[in-house]
């Protein structure tokens, strides 16, 4: 039987709930599908710093490269200063584990409330690679002069050739893999190229012309299209059915994924994946909003972000059957069972909607 080791990291505020509902499908999974899974908990986050003063230890990013996959809840906590967590846990075991990719379906689900008039699931459905390791996440800049009237703050978006050609493959790859003509709700397979050309004359340049070059060398078949960020945000309200695949680096990605996810009804159903490609590589799945403090330990928060995280994962991991049935799952629930994806207004509790998911899955 196909065994995989899965680290999993509940995190902060309402991330451990999420992960229980997540792990509570995939065990249902794995009876179903005859898989296994060994899980392993660390308990990094906002209360473990609290305590001993430490974020993601290198001893810990070491253990991680031994395991199949990451299981992440959420990273963030109320009484740690912004950026700490962030940097020391969530970025670093991105950056360390090398998960260039940054892999968010939009993707809305039938039954779930959308903010954009006259749109529906067959508009809504699409995918951002989000390149995720450099731009002005590199830390790259500083201060000088700190403190006085002249002080000035510099932080670079820094790309260089080989991050920018090696998430625009992943991302022709998934073009021809999954567009719409491979899923067979479009004409055509379209990878579109969100930037800021008109201003970042030299970050988006580099990424345009790699972009274009590999583009015409080796996926003449995939449509080519451009964007720049802001008339993206645009579009992405008015006419959301343009899209199929869109690529763009780690800052642009970061937010236009925000307002994605609103679109798709809400944080509580937005999934992702930090995904390592290469051979070997280990890849950590996180649903995209945060710790939500405010609904912490009150059973209100919807786990479909975590579970759709975990059914990513387990495509990854190549257990396809088992994901299908997931996201067919998920698609019940939200369109026969669930009244809100919003928290406390679920009409089930958080493992109410758990066990919704398990049930079907098994079944
Ligand atoms: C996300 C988050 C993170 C990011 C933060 C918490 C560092 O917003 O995963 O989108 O900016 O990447
Ligand atoms: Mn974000």
């Given at each position: 039987?196909?065994?995989?080791?899965?680290?999993v990291?509940?995190g902060d505020?309402?991330?451990?709930e999420v992960?229980?509902e997540a792990i509570k499908?995939m065990k249902?999974a794995?009876?179903k599908?005859g898989f296994?899974?060994n899980l392993?908990?660390f308990?990094?986050?906002g209360?473990?710093?609290?305590?001993?003063?430490e974020t993601?230890?290198?001893?810990?990013v070491e253990?991680?490269?031994k395991?199949?996959?990451i299981?992440?809840?959420?990273?963030?906590?109320?009484d740690?200063?912004?950026g700490?967590?962030e940097?020391?846990i969530?970025?670093?075991?991105?950056f360390e584990?090398?998960?260039y990719?940054n892999?968010?379906?939009v993707?809305l689900?039938?039954?779930v409330e959308?903010p954009l008039?006259?749109?529906g699931p067959?508009?809504?459905?699409y995918v951002?690679?989000?390149?995720?390791?450099?731009?002005a996440?590199?830390?790259?800049?500083?201060?000088?002069?700190?403190?006085?009237?002249?002080?000035?703050?510099?932080?670079?978006?820094?790309?260089?050739?080989?991050?920018v050609?090696?998430?625009?493959?992943y991302?022709f790859d998934?073009a021809?893999?999954?567009?719409k003509?491979?899923?067979g709700i479009?004409?055509?397979?379209?990878?579109a190229l969100?930037?800021?050309t008109?201003?970042?004359t030299?970050i988006y340049?580099?990424w345009?012309?790699?972009?274009n070059?590999?583009?015409?060398?080796d996926?003449a078949?995939?449509?080519?299209?451009?964007y720049?960020?802001?008339?993206t945000?645009?579009?992405m309200v008015?006419n959301?059915?343009?899209?199929?695949v869109i690529?763009?680096g780690?800052?642009?990605?970061?937010?236009i994924t925000?307002l994605?996810?609103m679109?798709?009804?809400g944080?509580?159903?937005?999934?992702?994946?930090n995904?390592?490609?290469?051979?070997?590589g280990?890849s950590m799945?996180?649903?995209?909003?945060?710790?939500?403090?405010?609904?912490?330990g009150q059973?209100v928060?919807?786990?479909?972000?975590a579970?759709c995280?975990?059914?990513m994962?387990l495509?990854?991991l190549?257990?396809d059957e088992?994901a299908?049935?997931?996201?067919?799952a998920v698609?019940?629930?939200?369109g026969?069972?669930?009244?809100s994806?919003?928290?406390?207004?679920?009409?089930y509790?958080?493992?109410?909607v758990g066990?919704l998911i398990?049930t079907k899955?098994?079944?």
């Amino acid at each position: 039987m196909k065994t995989y080791d899965i680290a999993v990291m509940g995190g902060d505020g309402t991330g451990p709930e999420v992960t229980v509902e997540a792990i509570k499908v995939m065990k249902a999974a794995e009876a179903k599908f005859g898989f296994k899974t060994n899980l392993t908990d660390f308990d990094f986050g906002g209360e473990r710093y609290k305590k001993t003063g430490e974020t993601l230890p290198d001893s810990a990013v070491e253990e991680f490269r031994k395991f199949d996959a990451i299981l992440l809840g959420a990273i963030g906590h109320p009484d740690v200063a912004p950026g700490i967590l962030e940097k020391g846990i969530l970025l670093k075991a991105r950056f360390e584990l090398d998960q260039y990719i940054n892999l968010r379906p939009v993707k809305l689900f039938p039954g779930v409330e959308c903010p954009l008039k006259g749109k529906g699931p067959a508009d809504i459905d699409y995918v951002v690679v989000r390149e995720n390791t450099g731009d002005a996440y590199t830390g790259t800049g500083g201060f000088t002069l700190k403190g006085t009237p002249h002080e000035v703050a510099v932080q670079s978006s820094v790309y260089n050739r080989f991050q920018v050609d090696r998430c625009l493959k992943y991302a022709f790859d998934y073009a021809q893999k999954k567009g719409k003509k491979a899923r067979g709700i479009g004409k055509e397979n379209t990878l579109a190229l969100c930037g800021k050309t008109n201003v970042l004359t030299y970050i988006y340049d580099l990424w345009e012309r790699g972009f274009n070059e590999m583009g015409e060398k080796d996926y003449a078949d995939i449509r080519r299209d451009y964007y720049h960020v802001d008339a993206t945000c645009m579009w992405m309200v008015k006419n959301p059915e343009w899209f199929d695949v869109i690529v763009t680096g780690n800052m642009f990605g970061d937010i236009i994924t925000d307002l994605a996810a609103m679109t798709q009804g809400g944080m509580g159903i937005a999934a992702g994946g930090n995904i390592n490609p290469d051979p070997g590589g280990v890849s950590m799945f996180e649903p995209i909003g945060g710790s939500a403090p405010k609904y912490t330990g009150q059973g209100v928060i919807n786990p479909l972000a975590a579970i759709c995280s975990m059914q990513m994962m387990l495509e990854t991991l190549g257990e396809d059957e088992a994901a299908a049935k997931i996201e067919e799952a998920v698609k019940w629930a939200t369109g026969e069972k669930m009244e809100s994806m919003q928290a406390g207004r679920m009409g089930y509790d958080t493992s109410g909607v758990g066990d919704l998911i398990a049930t079907k899955v098994a079944d």
